[in-house]
């Protein structure tokens, strides 16, 4: 009987193993994932994850960065107005941003971005199904105010995300 229930745990093992497995090579971001301890890691992970051979350009030039990761991206278009950027430099930063959303699809490295405000936010990454790929959606967490920082933020991010639905459901 010891060995019967040896055989069933170690079924059981098997089983999950390939379920994982096969969820690792439907998205390429939780092969990496699983690399990393911590919450904090995981989503500084996927947030800098860099892309290469951008082009540079106007924007680039002006702020003396790449702007090749989601973070890079963000941060930016947050404090545009800090920056003085212009409504054609906001513009740029947008298709710079579907663009490193396309890289991201391109291999196979599926996400979304969310925030959640309010006395819990959340902040982490989770997996979910989404058009029958497992998507990993990045919790950003929040506080209770917004302010014209925040608006601009989720303004960038749902230029990401609206990418990566379009993508994803083609």
């Known amino acids: 009987t010891v060995v019967k229930h040896m055989k069933n745990i170690l079924f059981i093992l098997t089983l999950l193993s390939?379920?994982?497995?096969?969820y690792a090579q439907e998205n390429n971001?939780?092969?990496?994932?699983?690399?990393?301890?911590?919450t904090e890691k995981k989503v500084s992970l996927i947030l800098n994850l860099e892309i290469n051979d951008l082009e540079e350009n106007s924007l680039t030039k002006k702020l003396d960065y790449e702007l090749n990761t989601i973070s890079s991206c963000i941060n930016t278009y947050m404090f545009s107005?800090?920056?003085?950027?212009?409504?054609?430099?906001?513009?740029?930063?947008?298709?710079r941003t579907e663009y490193?959303?396309?890289e991201f699809f391109?291999?196979?490295?599926?996400?979304?971005l969310k925030n959640s405000g309010g006395y819990a936010p959340i902040y982490?990454?989770?997996?979910?199904?989404i058009t029958e790929k497992k998507v990993?959606?990045?919790?950003l967490g929040g506080d209770c105010s917004i302010?014209?920082?925040?608006?601009?933020?989720?303004?960038i991010i749902s230029v990401f995300n609206k990418k990566m639905e379009s993508l994803l459901n083609k």
């Open 100 to 102: 490193i959303a396309t």
């Open 81 to 95: 107005k800090e920056l003085r950027l212009t409504e054609k430099e906001m513009t740029e930063l947008k298709k």
């Open 29 to 38: 971001l939780l092969n990496e994932l699983n690399k990393v301890n911590g």
């Open 18 to 22: 390939f379920n994982i497995a096969s």
């Open 106 to 112: 391109k291999s196979d490295k599926y996400a979304f």
């Open 147 to 155: 302010d014209e920082i925040d608006l601009k933020r989720d303004e």
């Open 136 to 139: 990993v959606i990045v919790h």
């Open 124 to 129: 982490g990454v989770r997996i979910d199904s």
